[in-house]
């Protein structure tokens, strides 16, 4: 917050033709300075969240944004005891700080929590918790945008679905959805977690004809469970269209009278649809199945397959090729690790499983399905969306992102090896650090100690810090001064 109210003071804001509502005149003195510290938080699309917290869905294209994080901030605005006279947009821009730093810390440490149920190695999951706190995304989880709920309840759902808290995930997972589009991906986790528990039992030998309605009836109960949880995650994205058929696709209820001119004046300049005005239906309340959010995705911001292959987006490539390259390594190096047991799908029964000698670590069969969520958003990202947004998209959905780097510094990284780290140990601690703090759990930071010594690096470290801390600086200079970033 404070790096980027340097950056927003420092920097002259670019004129973006982005979506920007009018405002009253300015307030108190308290406005202009929350303006001046917190003002950079609240671009690009964060506007639209800001927007609907205050004024609720007038727009039509306002739809394209899901109502869990608006509706946080504005029961956060009214339960904070407000000790000066401010403006909406000032207690929303405030609250909007307050609850992503917040939700940024629990995101951090569900991570820590689903790596050491996955990856079994304490460090290399405290590590990954660390970067996390430095992700190329890391300006979205501080502005007025959902990245930071939405990670923060996906992670936290797949955690609890991890230890067995089926239900609790569900409820998570539901939540997720109704902050981002993309939660209702999250079913798959559920359909998965049934099917492998149904592959298992299967395998564990044939059934006798007095198992048979023993069998029968646990077949029955993890479809109907994972049937019912998949309902749930969906629900909350089904009933936000069907409140945006209402509202724009009924009858004018001559909202507009209390709608401000100069609102009404800029949905006119710009061509936005207002809630409640009348005129004829929008093309998409005529679809069998009226779905606001892709018509949205599709007429104002033209998003589609392959729309954005066009030689005028060659930057916005070159942006999203870290993440992309990244994403990509990930998937081939699991892959080409474990070749048999990603053609099974990790539904057959291994030797080492039943030895109990599983490989650990991002390499682990416990990995499969979050590499294959992984790998279903890259693709989906880069061919279907505005190929730029891949690192947020990503960095707030997928823990591979962040497994998969701390994999690559463990394993290429000898300044770490000498950390006791869970693989490779030493007995020479890091230069600038006291031999008594050797092996002391993840107690030490060991993002700090990697740049503390950057000229000892490896060219590939180098590689992957510099592209963790430089989109974290680079978004934090771009993005809160209207400049186009991802």
């Keep these: 917050v404070l790096s980027q109210a340097v950056f927003n003071l420092l920097i002259p804001d670019h004129a973006a033709d982005a979506f920007s509502p009018p405002r009253p005149d300015p307030g108190s003195a308290w406005d202009a300075l929350l303006e001046r510290l917190l003002g950079g938080l609240g671009r690009w699309d964060a506007e639209h969240f800001l927007f609907i917290a205050e004024r609720g869905y007038l727009l039509e294209h306002g739809c394209a944004f899901l109502p869990l994080f608006p509706l946080s901030l504005r029961a956060l605005d009214r339960l904070l005891p407000w000790p000066v006279p401010l403006q909406p947009r000032s207690r929303l821009l405030l609250s909007a700080a307050l609850l992503n730093a917040l939700l940024s810390a629990a995101a951090a440490a569900a991570l820590l929590g689903l790596g050491r149920a996955v990856l079994r190695r304490r460090r290399q999951a405290f590590l990954a918790a660390l970067l996390f706190s430095l992700s190329p995304a890391g300006v979205f989880m501080a502005a007025a945008y959902s990245e930071s709920m939405f990670a923060f309840l996906a992670f936290s759902a797949m955690w609890q679905l991890e230890r067995g808290q089926s239900w609790l995930a569900g409820m998570l997972f539901s939540l997720a959805s109704g902050a981002r589009a993309n939660g209702v991906v999250n079913a798959g986790f559920f359909l998965y977690s049934r099917g492998k528990s149904l592959a298992l039992r299967l395998q564990a030998g044939p059934a006798s004809r007095r198992e048979l309605p023993v069998l029968w009836k646990q077949v029955l109960s993890l479809a109907f469970s994972a049937a019912l949880l998949c309902v749930a995650v969906f629900l909350p994205f089904a009933l936000f269209q069907y409140y945006a058929y209402v509202r724009f696709c009924g009858p004018g209820t001559g909202l507009a009278q209390a709608i401000p001119e100069p609102l009404l004046q800029l ?22 199945f009226p779905v606001v959010y892709s018509y949205i995705q599709d007429t104002y911001w033209n998003v589609g397959f392959l729309r954005y292959f066009e030689l005028r987006q060659i930057p916005n490539f070159l942006l999203a090729l870290p993440v992309t390259l990244l994403g990509s390594w990930a998937a081939w190096t699991y892959v080409s690790t474990n070749p048999r047991h990603c053609l099974t799908l990790g539904l057959e029964r291994s030797k080492n499983e039943e030895r109990g000698k599983e490989r650990d670590g991002f390499c682990g069969p416990a990995v499969f399905v979050y590499v294959v969520h992984a790998t279903a958003l890259l693709v989906f990202g880069f061919f279907c969306m505005h190929v ?8 707030s959905s997928s823990p591979i992102l962040y497994w998969f780097a701390a994999h690559l510094l463990q394993e290429h990284e000898p300044l770490l090896w000498s950390t006791g780290t869970d693989n490779r140990t030493s007995g020479k601690p890091l230069p600038g650090k006291s031999p008594s703090s050797c092996g002391n759990g993840t107690s030490d930071n060991l993002v700090v100690r990697l740049l503390l010594n950057w000229r000892l690096m490896t060219p590939l470290s180098k590689s992957i810090m510099g592209f963790f801390l430089g989109y974290w600086l680079l978004g934090l200079i771009l993005h809160c001064n209207f400049l186009p970033w991802t």
Excluded: E, H, I, M
């Excluded at 710009?270 to 009348?278: C, D, E, L, Q, T």
């Design 388 to 395: 730029q947004v891949l690192t947020r998209f990503l960095g």
């Design 267 to 288: 949905a006119r300049d710009k061509g936005y649809r207002v809630a409640g005005v009348g005129g004829d239906n929008p093309p998409w309340c005529s679809q069998r």
